[in-house]
C-alpha cells in the first residue's frame, strides 16, 4: 500500500512538471531544470504533509521546485561561469582600461564582456578595479557594476 502510494505521487509529480515545462517556450537547460526542480519539490512536499494536507504540500512542492529549477536552468551553466571568471581574471589583470574583454561560449550561445576601469590602490593597499560586466544570456542581456581587489595570491576578489 505505501509503495502503491508512492509511486501514484511520483506518477503525479512527473505529469504535473512535464505539463509545466510545456506551458513556456524553454530552453533545454530552463526546461531540464524545471523539471528536476518540480520532482524533487514534489517529493519534498509530499513527505511534509500529511493526511488531507498531504496531496497541497506535494502540489506546492512541485510549483516550488519548478519554479526554481526554471530560474536555475535560464542561469549560466558551469562552462558560462568558467568562461567568464577567465576572461574577467584576464580583462583585471591586464585588460587596458575602457576595453572590453569578451567571452563566449560556443555551446550555450552565452556571451558576455567585462570593461575594466583604471587600477588604484586602496586604503589598505591592495591594488583594485571598478569593472562594468555584461551577459547576454537567451537573448536577454544584463549589466553589472563592481569593484575587485587583488589578493596577496594574485587572484581577483569582487568586494562590491
Avoid at 502503491?4 to 511520483?10: L, N
Avoid at 512542492?61 to 562552462?79: E, M, P, Q, T, Y
Amino acid at each position: 500500500m505505501i509503495v502503491k502510494s508512492a509511486v501514484s505521487k511520483i506518477a503525479l509529480v512527473g505529469v504535473l512538471a512535464i505539463g509545466l515545462a510545456a506551458c513556456e517556450n524553454t530552453g533545454p537547460k530552463e526546461a531540464g531544470g524545471t523539471l528536476i526542480g518540480a520532482g524533487l519539490g514534489g517529493l519534498a512536499g509530499s513527505q511534509i504533509g500529511h493526511g488531507s494536507g498531504n496531496l497541497a504540500a506535494t502540489g506546492a512542492g512541485v510549483l516550488l521546485g519548478a519554479l526554481l529549477g526554471s530560474s536555475a536552468g535560464k542561469s549560466l551553466d558551469r562552462a558560462d561561469r568558467m568562461y567568464a571568471e577567465r576572461s574577467t581574471h584576464g580583462a583585471l589583470e591586464t585588460g587596458r582600461s575602457g576595453q572590453p574583454v569578451a567571452w563566449t561560449n560556443p555551446d550555450s550561445g552565452h556571451s558576455g564582456t567585462i570593461v575594466p576601469q583604471p587600477a588604484y590602490q586602496s586604503n589598505t593597499g591592495q591594488y583594485c578595479r571598478e569593472y562594468q560586466q555584461t551577459v547576454q544570456v537567451g537573448g536577454e542581456r544584463q549589466q553589472a557594476y563592481g569593484t575587485a581587489c587583488r589578493q596577496p595570491d594574485g587572484s581577483w576578489k569582487v568586494v562590491n
